[in-house]
């Protein structure tokens, strides 16, 4: 099962409005991604995180690595109708090489933005 | 090479019929994930390959489900005598282990509906 706690469970927003999210694990983590679904696709890959404190931009999305390793959030600024979607984070433990590239993942976050 | 694909990317079957799916991911990445994501939840990790090597198998994937990775390039998941409960996006990611920095990218999923 997962391990990781994301909320909010969903966000129902104004377009033109800022969102944030956040994803928190019972274990650190060395590598933090965040990925946007859309209904009947995979997930598609956002911005990916490395480093503890680490701060990284795509367009008005910005994430960032927490300090303590077990946690990461993730903001939409000034949002827009194609950012409706669900948002996961998913993160990889750094235990030994084999589990390098297998992460887990948060349940999501269902965005809705209305005009 | 423009990113992992799977086919079908529907499939509907009758309970107890076997089925196949086939994922073929990013041409230079050496490992190759299946995972399952059912409604409101997360893709969970199913099992994984480096090269032709299945490296580990989870406990959600009981003995009607193998995966293969004959020639280290493209891969098949097999569900033998399907159950409702089988019903999930079937999803395959690869990525390239050079480092612990790594992302997974994810192919479009297959959406598997027993009746």
């Known amino acids: 099962g997962q391990q990781l706690n994301q909320s909010p469970q969903s966000m129902f927003i104004q377009e033109g409005e800022d969102v944030s999210m956040n994803c928190t694990s019972s274990s650190i983590f060395n590598t933090w991604l965040w990925y946007k679904q859309d209904p009947g696709e995979g997930p598609v890959l956002l911005i990916a995180?490395?480093?503890?404190?680490e701060l990284t931009s795509n367009g008005r999305l910005t994430a960032q690595f927490g300090i303590t390793r077990k946690d990461s959030f993730l903001n939409i600024s000034a949002s827009i109708p194609s950012d409706v979607g669900i948002y996961f984070c998913a993160g990889q433990s750094p235990m030994t090489t084999d589990s390098w590239g297998k992460f887990q993942f948060g349940a999501g976050t269902q965005v809705v933005v209305t005009p | 090479d423009t990113g992992v694909s799977q086919d079908p990317r529907h499939k509907i079957t009758k309970r107890g019929q076997n089925v196949t799916f086939r994922c073929d991911p990013i041409s230079e990445h050496n490992r190759l994930y299946w995972y399952r994501q059912t409604l409101g939840q997360g893709p969970e990790f199913l099992t994984y390959?480096?090269?032709?090597?299945?490296?580990?198998k989870s406990r959600l994937l009981s003995d009607r489900f193998s995966a293969e990775r004959p020639k280290g390039s493209f891969s098949t998941l097999e569900i033998q005598r399907t159950e409702q409960g089988d019903s999930a996006m079937y999803l395959c990611?690869?990525?390239?282990?050079?480092?612990?920095?790594?992302?997974?990218?994810f192919g479009q999923g297959t959406r598997l509906t027993v009746v």
């Open positions: 990611a690869s990525s390239l282990i050079q480092s612990l920095n790594t992302e997974a990218f």
């Open positions: 390959f480096q090269n032709e090597a299945q490296l580990e």
């Open positions: 995180l490395y480093k503890a404190g």
